[in-house]
């Protein structure tokens, strides 16, 4: 095998052409130009705020994790082509990400918002669930907001500590917030969760359920009486107080609701009559349900009696037709967006920041979600049957297929590999 001379028509991202055809329809273009032109307005300027969203958005669907990666993209014909013919320097897209302001974020996060929620529209589902949750990103520099904070990994480290909301069941994003990495959960987060909430409840409409799960940080007045004012329910895990938990062990009140094969009882579940002083004060009327199990194997331990093997876990919700049990199995589905934040920093790279610049930071976090977004919306667009793929999958199905650009007098031909999965949707 001969190594040949260099083919200046050789492109490792042909998926990109059916993918910005994708969005051009979608009308992201026009979007992003009405959001952002006022960054970058003026005659002289050579790189539009919007072809740089768009340029960040390609490369981010392509696998870049970092603004860096755009200079291996510049030795791709096709990717230059799709980005008007030339690529700017990074110094110049580092700039630009620091032009972002608040109205701008605001903007962006709404964008993000519109394509997570764009497969609700005209459903008419009888419930959706909203699952909020925070992460951690540690940082080894001294980007702004970088302070020490709650950190599983790298104790005392600087980082970030971003909210994210999900739909589960599109399993997309529909809002995020960076915040520097010693904020916490609590009730400063009510004007966000409102938010959230009413940005659901305009596309699902007024009888759709919304259920909003959170971890045990939703243990909090403010967040319960805010989420139950705005006509939803939610379901949190309770902050184990002496008094909870002096209640729950001598409950008499067990029922058995799955048994092991000897006949033991393996999970029994209690409605306790348990209320804080504070749920009074605000007349919030909260059920408290309890559920403990012989063979829990992840999440917190606690045990509360020393002559039995169980683990216990309690819930607060404000829904009162469910039964206790269900209440509980509603709320372990909400470990599916660990999972998708998971996915979200190892095939997205949202914990890698491109700046010292906080404003720019938490652009690049909006810019990679909203690619997550539309991505997700294109592959189902397909009908291909991949969603549960994972990002490094999708892309090598659909965006990282080489082809050859060929042109004619007629104008220009993209060919990719007969077999490849590219290949079968084109034709």
Not at 165 to 184: D, S
Not at 331 to 343: H, L, N, T
């Amino acid at each position: 095998m001969k190594v040949a001379g260099t083919d200046e028509e050789l492109t490792g991202v042909a998926g990109l052409v059916g993918f910005g055809a994708f969005l051009r329809k979608l009308g992201v273009d026009r979007e992003l130009r009405e959001s952002f032109f006022r960054l970058k307005d003026g005659p002289t300027v050579v790189y539009p705020m919007e072809t740089q969203i768009r340029l960040l958005v390609d490369a981010a669907v392509a696998g870049e994790e970092r603004v860096f990666g755009l200079e291996g993209l510049a030795a791709d014909p096709l990717f230059v082509r799709l980005a008007g013919g030339v690529i700017p320097s990074i110094d110049t897209v580092y700039r630009d990400l620091c032009r972002f302001d608040d109205r701008a974020l605001e903007a962006l996060e709404a964008s993000v918002a519109r394509h997570g929620l764009a497969e609700l529209r005209g459903k008419r589902l009888p419930i959706v669930h909203l699952d909020i949750d925070t992460t951690v990103e540690p940082l080894f520099g001294m980007q702004e907001g970088a302070l020490p904070g709650p950190n599983p990994h790298y104790h005392a480290r600087p980082s970030y500590h971003p909210v994210l909301a999900r739909i589960a069941e599109t399993g997309t994003f529909v809002g995020a917030l960076l915040r520097p990495g010693n904020t916490g959960f609590g009730g400063a987060e009510v004007p966000l969760i409102e938010k959230w909430i009413d940005r659901v409840r305009a596309e699902v409409g007024p009888h759709c359920v919304i259920y909003v799960r959170i971890d045990g940080a939703a243990d909090c007045i403010e967040i319960m009486a805010a989420i139950t004012a705005k006509g939803a329910f939610f379901v949190t895990k309770a902050d184990m107080t002496p008094d909870l938990c002096g209640i729950i062990a001598t409950s008499h009140m067990w029922k058995t609701v799955d048994m092991d094969a000897d006949g033991r009882p393996r999970q029994q579940v209690a409605e306790v009559p348990f209320a804080r002083g504070v749920w009074g004060e605000h007349k919030l009327p909260l059920r408290v349900i309890a559920v403990r199990t012989r063979d829990r194997l992840n999440g917190r331990q606690i045990f509360l009696w020393s002559d039995l093997d169980y683990t216990v876990q309690v819930f607060i919700t404000n829904d009162w037709t469910e039964t206790p049990i269900d209440v509980a199995r509603r709320y372990d589905f909400r470990a599916g967006i660990e999972p998708m934040i998971g996915e979200a920093k190892n095939g997205w790279g949202i914990g890698k920041v491109p700046s010292q610049c906080f404003h720019a930071n938490h652009a690049m976090l909006l810019l990679k979600l909203l690619s997550f977004n539309l991505l997700k919306r294109y592959e189902r667009s397909l009908h291909l049957g991949i969603a549960r793929w994972n990002a490094a999958w999708i892309r090598r199905s659909l965006i990282n297929v080489p082809g050859r650009i060929a042109r004619s007098g007629r104008g220009i031909t993209l060919y990719v590999p007969r077999r490849s999965p590219l290949a079968r949707l084109l034709n």
